[in-house]
Nanobody
Framework: QVQLVESGGGLVQPGGSLRLSCAAS????????MGWYRQAQGKQRELVAT???????NYADSVKGRFTISRDNAKNTVYLQMNSLKPEDTAVYYC???????????????WGQGTQVTVSS
């Protein structure tokens, strides 16, 4: 079994910064794409940013220039540095990974449990 565990959410004032982390653990052979999605109250889950194992990144237009995604392949960990936060960034942020399990060598999409980010004065 593979698990993704997020950390780093919280309450921050507009214009502030937060850094989210997501560590994958369990029966992992390899991880392809990792990323972050978010879901605001009453809205659908949306892509924030993704990063491949080779370091190629993709961002939602709404966060370009403010958020930076990175990963440490040796630690099976992905990060999201969020700067210049706005109230509309308030949401539950979910970590996501495309993981190849070592038990059966099959690819699976794995989600974390989510971490709340609230941007408010």
């Amino acid at each position: 079994q593979v698990q993704l565990v997020e950390s780093g959410g919280g309450l921050v004032q507009p214009g502030g910064s937060l850094r989210l982390s997501c560590a994958a653990s369990g029966s992992i052979f390899s991880i392809n794409t990792m990323g972050w999605y978010r879901q605001a109250q009453g809205k659908q889950r949306e892509l924030v940013a993704t990063i491949t194992d080779s370091g190629s990144t993709n961002y939602a237009d709404s966060v370009k220039g403010r958020f930076t995604i990175s990963r440490d392949n040796a630690k099976n960990t992905v990060y999201l540095q969020m700067n210049s936060l706005k109230p509309e960034d308030t949401a539950v942020y979910y970590c996501y990974g495309v993981v190849r399990r070592s038990t059966d060598m099959r690819w699976n999409q794995v989600w974390g449990q989510g971490t709340q980010v609230t941007v408010s004065s």
